[in-house]
């Protein structure tokens, strides 16, 4: 740990990138159009990579400048086009209704951004990392991200929501505890890869066996 | 090495296990004729192992086999060899019944036969373990396991629906008296270690809350074995649904087994009794010894009549059992030893003579398959053999001199007016009407009586009487003969009887009979004293005979004996047929106009125009619509609220996740230090 | 027991069987008078039997061995019971074989038999007695016990020969609770032996008859022993309640003096009681038969209520 | 070396048969990698039996006499449902309900699942424990879905979903742990390790820990199928090809609770209070009751024996809950029981079912007159399942009961109440399908008999006599979960 020049400013850059995520997540929340979601989960994965690369460098971790790459790779990239591709394919680039009207759900995330900073604030203390603010902001966004799965109507926005969620337990992967050993964070990207997949076929198996990604049409197995 | 009782006990149960094994492998043609009779010999070995128990002391052992540290423990006391007895004396009849009672069914289902054949010994078996279980894992896998293999013999017929619902009713009952017993048991080794054992039990006592509350577990478990009200809505549907002969298993023993739990745990387990148990026990038991003989008197189904009355008669015993407790409660032990061998006395009676009623009924069945009794009639001068022998269950059952029946209800009247001295004064004048009630059951159930007898073996055939109906064959006849043998022997020489209850008691209340009761001989009973009370069947019996004799000599010798035979008096009305017979439905009339309020009747009456006039009439159990159906609507009530937990909608799955996670950190967050 | 005692309570039993008969002639004499009716002679009943007795017995086709079996049973256990009652004296030899407990059973014996013979034929007529028999005795017959009962906590035992010379031991003395005792015993009485207000002993009519009715297919000789065992339960009936109400007389000797003297003092009881009987009769109303279990549960209530009574009282 | 033996078979049996599943040999092959599977579980856990703990690759691996145990049950549930599932496939192909190609998937896919499985048991890194556990919903939710119907799709997205969103939660419980464990151990590979972790416990942060097992069990306890966070469940179990029900209630939900147990060893040492226990039993005694009162109400015979997986999943990790010797020895007594009683009955229903024509209860009737075992088999497993003596679910049920009664006296009414309506609902629907008069077709293949009273038999042996080692066995593992 000799390098404490730059440290401050890499220190807040990371804040920043954290709350920019945060804000990212509010966003997602509050978006009615499909294709701007998709946006914005591609830059969420910049931010994030970003801000893998600053923890990398500020901490002098190499494997988690493989971490960013392979973060660049799948969620910055390849998922993004991914469901680019797929929603073009499926030709479902409407607007996405919500079960909760979107005022509501925004006061309801603020509550949700209280309680996990609160939740966090009194492991920061024990924290021996330099990173430990963000903790917070990774379980409000991950809390955030489950919201908005809750409030979505459609298939593609629950899936986002859901990408968006891994990207909250990435943020805190790397910034809480400068990451997971590699074994494991080859074997999360790999499941998150195959995951991405089967999420594809499940679209085209939904879209022609219901004509519509309206997952409303999936509530026929309940106790009558 | 010496073979002691306990051995000789284990291996019968063994030869149970493994004839009902083999039946499942050998060939019903070879079973047929072998397996049944073997069973019955064992029986009769276990007869003869019960008798040599209760001489002695108490044996134990303990299996290598059961649950890690809670092996499986054996134990033969003088309790478990008297229902030895009782299981081997009565099993044999029943099984040498069985023997010619599923001959036919050998021959046409083979593979059911089969499976009869397993269950059967298997059902023999688990009641043999319930009495010599000596731990309650053991006791609960024996008790369950008779359960079970009741259960599928209930439901042998199971293509008929009744017999499907009656079935299911019974087990879920056994089921949840076993998980009373389950709690029952648990109350008692509270603390005691991990240890499930009697031995660790006896020594361990409770409170006078958790006893009582232990009490009541038991009361549940076993009564809901036993059907005491009102627990005992299972019963009249499952024994009769069963095939005969196991009908009277259930009835004859099974019910007993209830009886051994209730004294197991009552006296050796939970130390001493709380007074009022046995109040409540008395007013339970006489409340369902009413309501049982009151349904069993509008009964018209003939197997569904005797298990309505195997209630009466295990309210009779409950009642008894509960004076026994009073009187062991304020410390009186003679009185509490009369009543008890008027239980044990009882639970001996019944086990004959119901077992040999079912047996009668079953030989009914098979040779008319026919239960309804208002389509019988007639049938003694067709089988000579069931009749004569089913008159000995029926005089023996209503409660008359000399048969069996009429000692144990003598004993119980005897305890009810030996002039208590209890320290309730209230109870003093309320333990009479318990008289009253068992004096008005006695009565009620000698109208019972005479209507099974009368309507399906006297009069004419009513109805058709299909093919030829053929009288019982030698196994039906020797396991019948076997039965009413008993009955009259029972009756016959009560104060030997009650010489062997006596180390039961002696174990149980500290008090025996025997030194009073056989004072004057083994003619007389006389419980307490000669001028208390005295009783003497052989000599009553002889007595009659004389007398009738007499009477019949005294009326050949003066009077000739010419006699011819004419068409019945039809009172001027020439038109009168076998329907004009009383029906069941109609002998049981009466009973239905003066209890209405009692029953949940239901009546259709046809109008005086009505071209086709119909009458129909319905009794049904009102404590059911009173006790079970709240129940299970409350049950449905609260399914349908849970169900809308599972609404289909992901977002609401998703949203339950998310709630529980958020009040689970809101926990932990405020929960900390 | 001495022979003696033997002979006694085989003389009793003689005696009881001879007089029944007079006992019924003796009622219907009374109930004759009181109709305003010319009476009978007084042994009419023993005529009838006597003719009864002679004739030829006509079996229904549909009859079993029961129906034979049952007059023959029924007479041996009643003229039985007859000889277990202290009419005269109290120390019978068979009374420690036969309490009162069973001897409400050898009397449902009898009952029960005498039901079942008259389903046996299989006629409307036979199950329909049975079934009205069997309705009576289902509350009489608790009823009954429930008197005893109280007599004996009265006696502390259930022993004939203890309950009466329990009473004589004691003196005189008014017990509450016998009078109640008393009652249910005489309704019970009346029920037991199918007279008004439950059966008419002289009725023919079906809709009406109960006992009749089960000894409709009886004919000759048995009918002749089921009517003398029918007259015999009245008198025993008649001899229980002296003992257990009017034990005055009764001796305990067995000498001639004190035999004869209670013979005629239980002779003197027979003859006001049967005339009271007769009384009774006449001055009531026969009931319809489903106010009969009415009756019997007031006489059922009257006699649980008496032996409470007694435990309330402590006398 | 024995545990990577053991992972290869399935491994190299997924490759192999994702590349020839559609083969009309492809069956077998099934089998006979599942039963090389046995025999490698087989062997390791006498070695274990013998030496004590294993390890493998840098201690990445190490089997112990706790999960030796569950990894001999994964292999053996595997075995036979693989023998089970043979006759099975070939019926449903006969049928005109599964194509070659979704066969190559099936089986492919069957063995890649016994693989994440058995690396989930095996492995000793709670990171790679939740990958395994994430990769075991993957391979298993295309089959949820393999018949290609609306039901079926909506089952399996359903269980995508909420198992997704569950298992994220369970990696953030273990980003928390690994929090929590760096400080103590420092940087690197060895802080998820879970022999490493169990040694320092007692030195981990409380509140971080805490936190962590909060995450970890609603994460890990979706998998379980605890109330509320079941809903998948019954979805997926009764959508599924039947092998796949009996694989996912006999083993996934075994597998899902293990790794709970393992975080809960750590949280107890590190707390010194019954935290993890408590929300444990609350959740067990919450599952019991939900899942009891389900029941009452379905109409769909694999639905109801899915939510009797929740109720005896509830129940054990109600015992586990309770912690001490004797629960957790009766903890893992159920779960063996279960699984071997939960499988057995999947099988009779599958065939049952593919007899039928129909999952629908009211319309399966009279088994016994149509097929005597598969009657039996439903029959007598259901009693089984049902705590109904001499079978072995009893014996566990009632160590766990009486257990309760001194420990938490005021779960067990709650309990045996819960049992109680449990068994008026599952004999009340099961009795009108085994008796009564008969129904059904004949089936194009033999169904399989065998490994329904395989299991069956020995639920009823290991009831009434537990050999001594397997006795000590239980006892070593219930000592390690503390």
């Known amino acids: ?152 109507r459609k298939a593609v926005p629950q899936v986002i929501g859901f990408l968006a969620l891994e990207n909250g337990l990435f943020l805190a992967a790397t910034s809480a505890t400068y990451g997971m050993p590699m074994v494991v964070e080859l074997g999360v990207a790999l499941d998150v890869l195959v995951g991405m997949f089967i999420f594809g076929i499940f679209f085209f198996q939904i879209r022609e066996t219901f004509d519509s990604l309206d997952i409303r049409h999936m509530e026929k197995l309940k106790e009558e | 090495m010496t073979l002691l009782p306990l051995d000789l006990v284990g291996l019968i149960l063994t030869g149970w296990g493994g004839l009902g094994l083999l039946g499942l492998v050998l060939p019903a043609r070879l079973g047929r004729s072998l397996l049944f009779p073997l069973i019955t010999g064992l029986s009769v070995l276990m007869a003869g192992a019960g008798l040599w128990a209760l001489q002695g002391g108490a044996q134990t052992l303990v299996l290598p086999i059961g649950l890690p540290g809670m092996p499986f423990h054996l134990r033969l006391d003088v309790l478990s060899a008297f229902f030895l007895t009782l299981l081997g004396l009565a099993g044999s009849g029943i099984s040498a019944y069985a023997t010619g009672y599923f001959r036919r069914m050998a021959e046409t289902q083979a593979g059911d036969f089969q499976r009869l054949t397993l269950l059967y010994a298997f059902f023999l078996a688990s009641m043999g373990m319930v009495l010599v279980a000596d731990d309650a894992y053991f006791f609960m896998v024996a008790w369950e396991g008779m359960a079970l293999s009741s259960y599928f013999l209930v439901t042998t017929d199971h293509e008929i629906p009744a017999i499907r619902e009656a079935g299911f009713l019974y087990l879920l009952m056994a089921h949840l008296g076993a998980i009373a017993l389950l709690l029952c048991f648990g109350l008692l080794q509270s603390g005691a270690g991990g240890d499930y054992a009697f031995a660790t039990l006896r020594h361990h006592s409770l409170s006078s809350f958790w006893s009582s509350v232990t009490f009541f577990l038991a009361l549940i478990g076993f009564g809901a074995k036993a059907g005491l009200l009102p627990l005992h809505s299972w019963l009249p549907e499952a024994h009769p649904a069963a095939p005969s002969p196991v009908s009277a298993l259930m009835s004859g023993i099974m019910l007993k087994m209830a009886l051994y739990g209730l004294l197991r745990v009552l006296f050796d387990l939970l130390g001493q009794p709380l007074w009022w148990w046995g109040a409540l026990l008395v007013g339970l038991g006489s409340l369902t010894a009413l309501y049982g003989v009151l349904f069993a008197a509008v009964q018209s189904d003939i197997k569904r009549l005797l298990a309505w009355s195997s209630v009466e008669n295990m309210g009779l015993i409950l009642s008894g059992l509960g004076l026994t407790l009073l009187f062991h409660g304020a410390g009186q032990e003679t009185v509490a030893a009369l009543a008890l061998a008027a239980v044990l006395y009882h639970a001996l009676n019944h086990a004959f003579f119901k077992g040999l009623l079912f047996l009668g009924a079953g030989s009914v069945l098979h040779a008319t398959a026919e239960r309804n009794m208002a389509k019988l009639g007639g049938l003694i001068r067709v089988m000579p053999w069931a009749a004569g022998l089913s008159l000995v269950g029926i005089l023996s059952l209503a409660g008359l001199p000399p048969f069996n029946g009429f000692v144990s209800e003598w004993l119980l009247l005897q305890a009810y007016l030996l002039r ?22 006695g009565a009620l159930a000698g109208f019972a009586m005479v209507k099974f007898y009368g309507i399906i073996f006297l009069g004419q055939a009513r109805g058709l009487v299909p093919g030829e109906v053929h009288d019982i064959g030698f196994w039906e006849r020797f396991g019948m003969g076997w039965m009413a043998l008993g009955c009259v022997l029972l009756g016959l020489f009560p104060s030997s009887v009650i010489l062997q209850l006596d180390t039961v008691t002696h174990a149980l209340v500290g008090q ?21 009370a005295s009783y003497s069947p052989l000599i009553l019996f002889a007595v009659i005979l004389v007398s009738v004799g007499l009477t019949f000599l005294g009326v050949r010798r003066f009077f000739h004996g010419r006699w011819r035979r004419a068409p019945a008096w039809d009172c001027g009305y020439p038109f009168q047929t076998a329907r004009m017979q009383d029906s069941a439905d109609g002998f049981g009339q009466p009973i239905k106009q003066i209890f209405e309020s009692f029953f949940g009747l239901s009546r259709e009456i046809p109008s005086p125009f009505d071209p086709h006039p119909h009458y129909h009439s319905e009794v049904r159990d009102p404590l059911w619509a009173l006790c079970y159906l709240p129940l299970v609507r409350g049950v449905a009530r609260l399914v349908k609220v849970v169900g809308g937990l599972q609404q289909g909608r992901i977002s609401t799955y998703l949203l339950f996740s998310f709630t529980t996670l958020l009040a689970l950190l809101a926990l932990v967050t405020g929960t900390r230090p | 027991m001495t022979p003696v005692n033997w002979l006694l309570q085989g003389g009793q039993e003689i005696l009881g069987i001879l007089l029944a008969p007079l006992l019924m002639g003796w009622v219907g004499i009374w109930r004759a008078w009181l109709q305003n009716r010319r009476a009978p002679s007084l042994m009419q009943p023993y005529r009838q039997l006597f003719k009864l007795f002679h004739k030829e017995v006509v079996l229904a086709e549909t009859a079993s061995p029961l129906l034979r079996v049952t007059p023959y049973l029924l007479f041996g256990c009643m003229g039985l019971t007859a000889s277990l009652i202290p009419m005269v004296i109290t120390d019978l030899p068979l009374a420690g074989a036969v309490d009162v407990i069973a001897l409400v059973g050898l009397l449902s014996l009898a009952r029960v038999f005498l039901a079942l013979a008259a389903m046996d034929v299989g006629t409307a007529f036979g199950s329909l007695g049975a079934r009205r028999e069997m309705l009576v005795s289902f509350l009489a017959e608790p009823a009954l016990l429930m008197v005893f009962f109280t007599i004996a906590s009265l006696n502390a035992s259930t022993s004939l020969r203890f309950m009466v010379t329990g009473f004589a031991a004691r003196g005189f003395y008014l017990y509450p609770s016998l009078a109640f005792a008393g009652v249910a015993f005489l309704m019970v009485l009346l029920a037991e032996n199918g007279r008004i207000p439950v059966d008419n002993p002289e009725t023919h009519l079906e809709l009406t008859m109960i006992h009749e009715a089960m000894i409709l297919e009886y004919s000759g000789r048995h009918l002749a022993l089921i009517e003398w065992a029918s007259a015999l339960k009245l008198l025993i009936y008649f001899s229980l309640g002296f003992a257990l109400f009017l034990p005055f007389g009764l001796t305990d000797s067995q000498q001639g003096w004190g035999i004869l003297g209670a013979l005629i003092l239980f002779l003197l009881k027979l003859t006001v009681m049967g005339a009271g009987l007769a009384v009774l009769e006449t001055v009531s109303a026969k009931q319809r038969l489903f106010r009969v279990p009415e009756y019997l549960g007031t006489a059922f209530l009257l006699a649980v209520l008496a032996i409470l009574l007694h435990y309330l009282l402590g006398s | 070396m024995e545990i990577l033996v053991l992972l290869s078979f399935p491994l190299l049996g997924g490759l192999w048969l994702g590349v020839t599943g559609q083969r009309a040999r492809a069956p077998q092959a099934n089998l006979l990698f599942s039963l090389a599977t046995l025999g490698a579980a087989a062997f390791l856990a006498m070695r274990v039996l013998r030496e004590g703990r294993v390890s493998a690759w840098d201690e990445q691996f190490v089997v112990d006499p706790f999960n030796v145990f569950l990894v001999g049950l994964t292999a053996f549930v595997g075995t036979t449902t693989a023998w089970f599932s043979r006759p099975y496939v070939r019926n449903e192909v006969q049928h005109g309900r599964l194509s070659e190609n979704r066969l190559r998937l099936y089986h492919g896919m069957y063995q890649a699942f016994l693989f994440t499985l058995l690396v989930a048991l095996t492995t000793n890194n709670l990171g790679l424990l939740w990958v395994a556990m994430e990769a075991a919903t993957l391979t298993t939710v295309l089959l949820v879905s393999l018949y290609r119907t609306p039901a079926s799709l909506e089952a399996a997205w359903k269980y995508f979903i909420l198992c997704g969103v569950g298992i994220a939660q369970a990696l953030f419980g273990t980003l928390l742990l690994y929090f929590a464990a760096e400080k103590v151990l420092g940087e690197g590979g060895n802080a998820l390790l879970w022999t490493h972790l169990a040694q320092v416990k007692g030195q981990l942060e409380p509140t971080i820990v805490s936190l962590a097992f909060v995450f970890l069990l609603v994460g890990y306890g979706t998998k379980v199928g605890l109330a509320p966070l079941h809903n998948w469940l019954p979805d997926a179990h009764a959508e599924g090809p039947t092998p796949i029900s009996a694989v996912l209630s006999g083993l996934l939900l075994n597998v899902a609770l293990y790794a709970i147990l393992r975080t809960k060893v750590l949280v107890d040492g590190a707390l010194h209070q019954p935290f993890a226990g408590h929300l444990m039993m609350g959740f067990g005694v919450f599952s019991v009751v939900v899942a009891t009162l389900f029941l009452m109400r379905q109409k769909d015979i694999k639905r109801l024996f899915a939510y009797s997986s929740i109720e005896h999943m509830g129940l054990m990790t109600f015992a586990f809950g309770m912690g001490g010797a004797v629960a957790n020895f009766a903890g893992l007594l159920h779960m063996t029981m279960h699984s071997l009683t939960k499988s057995a009955i999947f099988f009779a229903v599958g065939h049952a079912s593919q007899k039928s024509g129909t999952q629908l209860m009211e319309q399966i009737r009279g088994l016994i007159r149509t097929s005597p075992t598969i009657g039996w088999g439903l029959l007598l497993g259901a009693l089984a399942i049902l705590g109904m003596p001499p079978f072995g679910v009893f014996a566990s049920e009632f160590l766990i009961l009486t257990t309760a009664m001194h420990e938490q006296p005021w779960a067990t009414p709650i309990l045996l109440g819960a049992l109680g309506v449990a068994f008026a609902a599952i004999l009340g629907k099961v009795q009108p399908m085994v008796f009564g008069p008969a129904t059904g077709q004949r089936l194009p293949h033999p169904p399989a008999i065998l490994p329904v009273f395989l299991h069956l038999t020995l639920v009823l042996i290991l009831g009434l006599y537990l050999p001594p080692a397997l006795a000590i066995w239980y006892r070593q593992a219930a000592a390690l979960l503390g």
């Open chain 1, 1 to 152: 740990m000799s390098h404490w020049n730059p440290a401050p400013f890499a220190q807040q850059l990371l804040d920043l990138f954290a709350s920019l995520l945060l804000l990212i997540a509010f966003a997602m929340l509050s978006q009615r159009r499909i294709l701007t979601l998709i946006h914005l989960f591609a830059w969420q994965g910049l931010i994030l990579t970003l801000s893998i690369v600053d923890s990398a460098w500020l901490t002098h971790q190499p494997h988690l400048y493989y971490s960013a790459g392979l973060t660049l790779l799948t969620k910055v990239l390849i998922l993004p086009l991914l469901l680019h591709r797929l929603i073009r394919r499926l030709d479902v680039v409407w607007d996405v209704e919500t079960l909760i009207n979107i005022p509501t759900t925004m006061l309801v995330g603020i509550g949700l951004v209280i309680f996990s900073f609160n939740l966090a604030l009194p492991i920061s203390h024990f924290s021996s990392t330099i990173l430990r603010n963000t903790l917070g902001i990774a379980l409000a966004s991950v809390l955030l991200s489950f919201m908005m799965m809750i409030t979505r």
């Open chain 2, 420 to 441: 208590p001295d209890l320290p309730q004064p209230w109870l003093n004048m309320v333990l009479p009407l318990g008289a009253a009630v068992l004096a008005l059951v």
């Open chain 2, 512 to 532: 025996g009979l025997g030194a009073s009761a056989a004072r004057h001989g083994w003619l007389w009973v006389t419980p307490v004293a000669a001028s208390r």
